[in-house]
């Protein structure tokens, strides 16, 4: 069985660096072909796909958050991360972790900035 | 960035309706790999997106086969032949062939 779950901090401060835990089951990221990726929601701009990293380590990341944008794994204790820099309100968006092709998703955790 | 544009925004049917959601690509997403990375989710109210079809036309594990996808280039059609209550939800195209990777603003299903 495939399960997902993200975790976060809830809330933070603008100019802060949001980081995100996916914590998952049911599947190995050092098997060939396998990723995970991290799309947010946001009532502003719907859905956004953020970042995928696969099993050999190669990264995709959206052009318009590139720089903002830092994906990675622990293979060992199946867990996918992500770090964005700078946060900023027009962040504010729950967060989802996805397995390959979005076949799977967390339940998604919701990130508020706000000061 | 690849816009993908859908139509209808809100779509009312009836149980056991059969409906079609369209979703237009502003490039042809077709892949010089010879796929097309077209994928249609779901998303029930309160819930994760899930995903139904993959590469247009592929049904995804444990989806009823009352959904189909069809279509290439830049044109592509879900279909429901038969809306049952659980289908009711907001319908999300997305491609994955040019990056950005992008959705299409979804499509409201309710019932009449």
């Known amino acids: 069985q495939v399960t997902l779950k993200e975790s976060g901090p809830g809330i933070l401060q603008p100019s802060q660096t949001l980081s995100l835990t996916c914590s998952f089951s049911g599947f190995s990221l050092s098997t060939y072909g396998m990723c995970v990726g991290w799309i947010r929601q946001s009532s502003g701009k719907g859905l956004e796909w953020l970042a995928n990293?696969?099993?050999?380590?190669?990264?995709y990341y959206n052009p318009s958050l590139k720089n903002r944008l830092t994906i990675s794994k622990d293979t060992s204790n199946n867990q996918a991360f992500l770090k964005i820099t700078n946060m900023d309100t027009a962040d504010t968006a729950t967060y989802y972790c996805?397995?390959?092709?979005?076949?799977?998703w967390g339940q998604g955790v919701m990130v508020t900035v706000s000061s | 960035d690849v816009v993908l544009t859908q139509t209808p925004s809100i779509l009312s049917a009836t149980i056991g309706q059969s409906v079609s959601i369209s979703c237009r690509s502003s490039?042809?997403?077709?892949?010089?790999?010879?796929?097309?990375?077209l994928y249609w989710f779901l998303q029930r109210p309160g819930q994760s997106p899930q995903r139904l079809i993959y590469l247009v036309s592929n049904l995804g594990s444990g989806v009823p086969n009352r959904f189909s996808g069809s279509g290439s280039g830049t044109d592509f059609t879900l279909k429901i032949s038969g809306v049952e209550a659980e289908d009711l939800g907001v319908y999300y195209c997305m491609q994955a062939t040019h990056a950005p990777y992008t959705f299409g603003a979804g499509t409201k299903l309710e019932l009449k």
């Open positions: 490039q042809s997403l077709l892949d010089s790999d010879g796929n097309t990375y």
């Open positions: 996805a397995r390959r092709g979005g076949d799977y």
């Open positions: 990293i696969w099993w050999n380590d190669d990264k």
